[in-house]
Every structure is written in structure tokens, then in C-alpha cells.
């Protein structure tokens, strides 16, 4: 077993995984839910970048309702970055099951 060559395949795949990030970072999803009434658009590394509520949602005697559109709004977009950025980062380990 040739050690060098190991490190120097770990190295790469380090410097692969670190660019996957970074493209994953600027890629964004979008989730709309409510009948498309709450829009949420987030990175594939979880950050919300914008939100677009429809003024028919937006009612003072029913906050709840929004409250709940954007909660899960927010969270289905960022759970469809999670599953783009598991499935990038699993064909870089070639399915090894690393941290990344």
C-alpha cells in the first residue's frame, strides 16, 4: 500500500469536496407552499436568501396561518438543499460516508 498515493488521493478529494461547497453555497432552491402564497428560496448550504409572501396571506386576525405557511416554506427549502448537498458530497467519497 503506497502511502503517498493515498494522501495525495485524500488531498484531492479534500480540495473536490472544498470547491462542492462553495458551488453548493451559491446554488439556491425553491420551495413554495400555501398554493404557492409563501415562496422561499435558500442555498444549498441553508441560508434563506429571499422570501415572497402573496398579500392574500397576510391576515391580522389569522397570523398563525402565515406563521405556519412560512415556517414550512423555509423548512422544505432548506431540506432540498440538504438532499442536493448529500448527494454532491456523496459522489466525491464515492459513498465512504464522510463528514463534510
Same mark, same amino acid.
Given at each position: 500500500?503506497?502511502? /503517498?498515493?493515498?494522501?495525495?488521493?485524500?488531498? $484531492?478529494? /479534500?480540495?473536490?469536496?472544498?470547491?462542492?461547497?462553495?458551488?453548493?453555497? *451559491? &446554488?439556491?432552491?425553491? %420551495?413554495?407552499?400555501?398554493?404557492? $402564497?409563501?415562496? +422561499? !428560496?435558500?442555498?444549498?448550504?441553508?441560508? !434563506?436568501?429571499? #422570501? +415572497?409572501? =402573496? &398579500?392574500? +396571506? +397576510?391576515?391580522? =386576525?389569522? @397570523?398563525?396561518?402565515?406563521?405556519? #405557511? @412560512?415556517?414550512?416554506? !423555509?423548512?422544505? %427549502?432548506?431540506?432540498?438543499? *440538504?438532499?442536493?448537498?448529500?448527494?454532491?458530497? $456523496?459522489? #466525491?467519497?464515492?459513498?465512504?460516508?464522510?463528514?463534510?
Amino acid at each position: 500500500m503506497d502511502i /503517498q498515493k493515498m494522501m495525495k488521493q485524500a488531498q $484531492k478529494m /479534500q480540495a473536490g469536496m472544498a470547491a462542492a461547497q462553495e458551488e453548493l453555497a *451559491r &446554488k439556491t432552491v425553491e %420551495a413554495s407552499v400555501g398554493g404557492s $402564497k409563501v415562496t +422561499v !428560496v435558500a442555498t444549498c448550504a441553508g441560508d !434563506v436568501v429571499s #422570501l +415572497v409572501i =402573496d &398579500k392574500s +396571506v +397576510v391576515d391580522p =386576525d389569522d @397570523v398563525e396561518f402565515l406563521q405556519e #405557511l @412560512v415556517l414550512k416554506g !423555509v423548512q422544505e %427549502a432548506i431540506q432540498k438543499g *440538504r438532499e442536493i448537498s448529500a448527494a454532491e458530497m $456523496k459522489k #466525491l467519497t464515492g459513498g465512504l460516508g464522510l463528514p463534510f
